[in-house]
């Protein structure tokens, strides 16, 4: 059977006229008669938490498997303690200002970025810096001794309070080249890592109905992301409503020179 639209009748009794029809009758009876509709309702799927230590396959689609892996005190919290306060006092933080439609506004958050190339993104390069912190090349040693990857550059944040943030992207620019791995350190205030899949084709760039996940990193968590992760998901660490202490979070990468990554 063809499927009706939810309709009001008109239920006035027999015999009687037409309400439009008689210009003294005041009072109508109109009953509400609610159709279902057809159609299956879509519902927005919760978000998954992932807060044990493990490698997640996110997703497996023709560009690949999205793969992460929370590796929770990697750094010890004794250790990372001494490490985010020296880190704090001696990264060259900057606040770095965008240009979008002749509108200029800041980052919520200061960056500092080491590498002997320079990094491209939103349309801002940040310029080469080989000067590596004694303490930075120690974390980049141990990652890469953890993970056999071995990383060339490194994109430093830090979130001062609960306004600061990162929106959602993907760290897909053509310098770090296809697949890219990203191993990202946390010190300080715990804060919410959150992923959402790209929709498909079909669905014309809403994101109402994807898959989202939320990471809480905290001191010392190293969360690696390979694959098609930075094709197929993106990422942000939103705003929080109640207070939040600073955060460090660097991301070590590998950067090509433009023609090679691309
Ligand atoms: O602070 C974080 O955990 C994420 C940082 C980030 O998304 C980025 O540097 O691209």
């Known amino acids: 059977m063809a499927p009706t639209a939810p309709v009001a009748r008109n239920v006035a009794p027999a015999g009687t006229r037409q309400a439009w029809m008689r210009k003294d009758q005041i009072h109508t009876q109109k009953q509400f008669v609610f159709e279902k509709p057809s159609e299956v309702e879509r519902k927005v799927p919760d978000a998954g938490v992932i807060d044990k230590p493990g490698v997640y396959e996110l997703s497996t689609l023709p560009t690949g498997i999205s793969k992460i892996h929370l590796i929770p005190g990697f750094i010890d919290s004794e250790q990372a303690d001494w490490i985010f306060e020296q880190l704090l006092q001696d990264i060259p933080w900057g606040q770095r200002t965008h240009i979008r ?20 993104y939103s349309r801002l390069t940040m310029q080469p810096n080989p000067n590596w912190h004694p303490l930075l090349t120690m974390l980049k040693e141990r990652i ?119």
Request: net charge negative.
């Open 101 to 120: 439609q002749e509108i200029s506004f800041e980052e919520p958050r200061l960056t500092s970025w080491y590498g002997e190339l320079p990094y491209t």
């Open 144 to 262: 890469e001794e953890f993970t056999g990857y071995t990383f060339n550059s490194l994109l430093c944040n830090l979130y001062r309070n609960e306004k600061d943030s990162v929106d959602w992207h993907s760290d897909d620019e053509p310098s770090l080249g296809k697949n890219p791995v990203i191993a990202s350190l946390s010190f300080g205030a715990t804060r919410t890592f959150e992923m959402r899949k790209k929709p498909s084709p079909e669905e014309n760039g809403d994101y109402t109905y994807v898959e989202r996940l939320r990471i809480p990193l905290d001191h010392g968590t190293l969360l690696m992301m390979e694959g098609a992760t930075q094709e197929d998901w993106q990422h942000r660490v939103p705003k929080e409503y109640h207070s939040r202490d600073a955060r460090i979070n660097l991301t070590f990468r590998i950067i090509y020179p433009e023609s090679e990554g691309t």
